[in-house]
């Protein structure tokens, strides 16, 4: 096949070289515009990289300065007060900030343990022609957007809560001292259970394909020594690959937790955005992002506004946090392995 | 001996099940969620939902100006958001690969990678929207787009690390500058693994509803001013599902699966792009 004939190098070269004849001026001019163009598009792609750090950088500025009416005007008590009051401007971070915690905290006590053990199922006991649709399928539920876990949550999932799981566990908790009061009041079907439990379906998948990948990456004589004397799947499982990948799979756990308190419209959804702080899992409450998104467009006068840039800064520190331990978690377990 | 043996084998056989068990259940739920979208929304899908306005409440109406809003929104932020990505990728995988700067860069890239969407709506809307007086199209996509850099930036550099230096090597020999072996020689070997990078980048976005809340906003009305306010799906979505009109319940539901099918289609093209690369 002939290829495509494009102004490339070689024609450049070519025409350097019918330049050559008419003098070693034009050569050098020819020479010295490729060289300029080298040096531009060096420029251009470096800046471009620093253009990643700047966005970060603007993140973090812009989210200070807008939060700095609040900051100073409510201090660090902001972080510790429960009240929210549009009406007399009074407004603190305690019930959003418990929110996100209880929330995330259900999903990852649910997730954790379900995408280890389908990471088991995918990597040991799964047969090799099922292994790629299996993991496939799983990744398509990290692919569905957040909004349609919202809609599938608040007209499905939370009625049927209302009706099966809730009822339940007031019935077996609610003489029991302790746990009567995680589970009192009426099951309103939406509150922070049901948003904890739709988040544990949204980072399932986050867990699952990181533990997989690192599972799969545990060198297989380790795995077949322990087979050679003798040990059960169970067995290699806990003693030989677990203690391997810790550190990938506290990565991915941590990477995990990221998506979850950071989540936005699945929890808006079905946390029923009341701002107190209730012992309760079946009370409605909110989370830091379900009440930004609930009321940024409807915030008037500065210091709501402000208020809420501040539950943003807020976030994002706790994320960025969280965050930063996974990478660098992922990054030692690929060191190791690599 | 013989009851130790029993107890090992008992244990390994109910971890087994359960590892089972926990497979069945993640995938009955993508089987309920898909099940349940599909029922109710094709009960809302009509040929209306694609040629008529959103309606106000009680009456009949479609999804046209939110379609066509979103379509703007994403074609706009990886337009915007693409080459920045490459060229960033480019810098990472070409010029510095062995970097102080790249490992750095690599790092927060990967931390913007999952960082809430929430956080960069309220970026935008502080450094455009807030300046600006208003909302608008515009913001949304710019929003949108620094959801688009991390991702592109991410597989340009994983592809680009992959062309075989041989390739490079090559080239130079032949005299081609740097410049020109990266566009010419690198991009191509990479072309198909860079394609899917930007297609699941769109996938992200055309789903992603909280950076445009107030940034975009919504519309109520046919627009394509981006110096105004624009509807999207997401967006109407959240609006009509939350709603107690029993009609724009129904649009929202027809809106969330033609969204689903949109973002699930564009995964599947990526993935059967990347693995047809891999077998070849």
């Known amino acids: 096949m002939q290829p495509v004939r494009r102004r490339s190098v070689v024609d450049v070269a070519l025409q350097g070289d019918v330049i050559e004849a008419y003098g070693v001026a034009a050569r050098a001019k020819a020479l010295n515009r490729l060289r300029v163009i080298d040096i531009i598009f060096r420029i251009l792609t470096r800046a471009a990289a620093l253009g990643v750090?700047?966005?970060?950088?603007?993140?973090?500025?812009?989210?200070?300065?807008?939060?700095?009416?609040?900051?100073?005007?409510?201090?660090?008590?902001?972080?510790?007060?429960?009240?929210?009051?549009?009406?007399?401007?009074?407004?603190?971070?305690?019930?959003?900030?418990?929110?996100?915690?209880?929330?995330?905290?259900?999903?990852?006590?649910?997730?954790?343990?379900l995408g280890l053990l389908i990471a088991v199922f995918l990597t040991e006991l799964c047969p090799m022609w099922l292994r790629r649709p299996i993991g496939i399928a799983i990744e398509l539920l990290a692919g569905i957007p957040s909004i349609i876990y919202g809609i599938w949550g608040l007209f499905v999932f939370a009625p049927f809560l209302q009706e099966t799981l809730q009822p339940f566990l007031i019935a077996v908790f609610g003489n029991i001292p302790v746990l009567s009061m995680l589970f009192a009041g009426p099951p309103y079907?939406?509150?922070?259970?049901?948003?904890?439990?739709?988040?544990?379906?949204?980072?399932?998948?986050?867990?699952?394909?990181?533990?997989?990948?690192?599972?799969?990456?545990?060198?297989?004589?380790?795995?077949?020594?322990?087979?050679?004397?003798?040990?059960?799947?169970?067995?290699?499982?806990?003693?030989?690959?677990?203690?391997?990948?810790?550190?990938?799979?506290?990565?991915?756990v941590m990477l995990g937790l990221g998506r979850a308190l950071g989540e936005t419209m699945a929890v808006t959804f079905v946390i029923g955005?009341?701002?107190?702080?209730?012992?309760?899992?079946?009370?409605?409450?909110?989370?830091?992002?379900?009440?930004?998104?609930?009321?940024?467009t409807e915030a008037v006068g500065d210091l709501y506004t402000?208020?809420?840039?501040?539950?943003?800064?807020?976030?994002?520190?706790?994320?960025?946090?969280?965050?930063?331990?996974?990478?660098?978690?992922?990054?030692?377990?690929?060191?190791?392995?690599? | 001996m013989n009851a130790l043996y029993a107890a090992r084998r008992r244990r390994n056989r109910i971890m087994m099940g359960l590892s089972l068990a926990?497979?069945?259940?993640?995938?009955?739920?993508?089987?309920?969620?898909?099940?349940?979208?599909?029922?109710?929304?094709?009960?809302?899908?009509?040929?209306?939902?694609?040629?008529?306005?959103?309606?106000?409440?009680?009456?009949?109406?479609?999804?046209?100006?939110?379609?066509?809003?979103?379509?703007?929104?994403?074609?706009?932020?990886?337009?915007?958001?693409?080459?920045?990505?490459?060229?960033?990728?480019?810098?990472?995988?070409?010029?510095?690969?062995?970097?102080?700067?790249?490992?750095?860069?690599?790092?927060?890239?990967?931390?913007?990678?999952?960082?809430?969407?929430?956080?960069?709506?309220?970026?935008?809307?502080?450094?455009?929207?807030?300046?600006?007086?208003?909302?608008?199209?515009?913001?949304?996509?710019?929003?949108?787009?620094?959801?688009?850099?991390?991702?592109?930036?991410?597989?340009?550099?994983?592809?680009?690390?992959?062309?075989?230096?041989?390739?490079?090597?090559?080239?130079?020999a032949l005299g081609t500058p740097r410049a020109f072996v990266i566009t010419t020689v690198c991009y191509r070997a990479a072309k198909a693994g860079m394609i899917t990078g930007v297609l699941l980048a769109t996938a992200r976005i055309s789903g992603e509803t909280a950076p445009l809340l107030f940034t975009a906003l919504n519309n109520q009305f046919w627009s394509t001013n981006l110096n105004a306010p624009m509807a999207s799906l997401p967006t109407v979505i959240f609006q009509f599902a939350l709603s107690p009109y029993k009609d724009w319940q129904v649009l929202a539901w027809a809106g969330a699966l033609i969204i689903t099918f949109t973002v699930l289609a564009l995964s599947?093209?990526?993935?059967?792009?990347?693995?047809?690369?891999?077998?070849?």
């Open chain 1, 53 to 113: 750090l700047i966005l970060l950088g603007g993140v973090i500025i812009s989210l200070i300065d807008g939060s700095l009416p609040a900051l100073r005007t409510f201090g660090l008590n902001f972080l510790v007060e429960e009240r929210w009051n549009p009406v007399t401007e009074k407004f603190g971070a305690l019930a959003p900030i418990y929110g996100t915690l209880v929330t995330s905290f259900i999903a990852m006590l649910i997730a954790v343990p």
């Open chain 1, 189 to 252: 079907g939406i509150g922070m259970l049901t948003a904890g439990l739709i988040l544990a379906i949204m980072v399932l998948p986050f867990v699952t394909s990181i533990s997989r990948d690192v599972f799969d990456a545990v060198p297989p004589v380790l795995k077949e020594a322990a087979y050679g004397i003798g040990c059960t799947t169970w067995e290699v499982v806990r003693y030989v690959v677990l203690p391997y990948t810790r550190v990938g799979v506290i990565g991915g």
């Open chain 2, 268 to 280: 599947i093209v990526a993935r059967a792009l990347s693995a047809s690369r891999t077998q070849s």
């Open chain 1, 273 to 296: 955005n009341a701002h107190r702080v209730s012992s309760s899992l079946l009370a409605p409450g909110t989370t830091i992002s379900a009440t930004i998104a609930n009321e940024f």
């Open chain 2, 22 to 172: 926990a497979t069945l259940v993640g995938l009955g739920w993508l089987v309920v969620i898909l099940a349940v979208l599909l029922w109710e929304g094709f009960s809302g899908l009509s040929l209306a939902v694609f040629t008529e306005m959103t309606p106000p409440p009680g009456a009949t109406g479609g999804l046209l100006n939110p379609i066509i809003g979103s379509l703007i929104l994403t074609v706009l932020a990886v337009l915007i958001g693409t080459p920045i990505g490459i060229l960033a990728g480019t810098y990472m995988a070409e010029y510095g690969r062995h970097d102080r700067v790249t490992s750095v860069v690599r790092f927060i890239n990967d931390i913007l990678l999952s960082a809430p969407s929430i956080v960069v709506g309220l970026f935008i809307y502080e450094v455009m929207v807030a300046p600006m007086g208003h909302f608008s199209g515009l913001a949304g996509a710019v929003a949108l787009a620094v959801i688009v850099i991390p991702v592109v930036v991410r597989t340009t550099e994983d592809m680009l690390i992959l062309v075989p230096n041989q390739l490079r090597e090559a080239a130079a």
């Open chain 1, 306 to 338: 402000s208020s809420l840039i501040a539950l943003g800064l807020i976030l994002f520190v706790i994320t960025f946090i969280v965050l930063a331990i996974a990478r660098y978690m992922l990054l030692r377990i690929e060191r190791r392995i690599g």
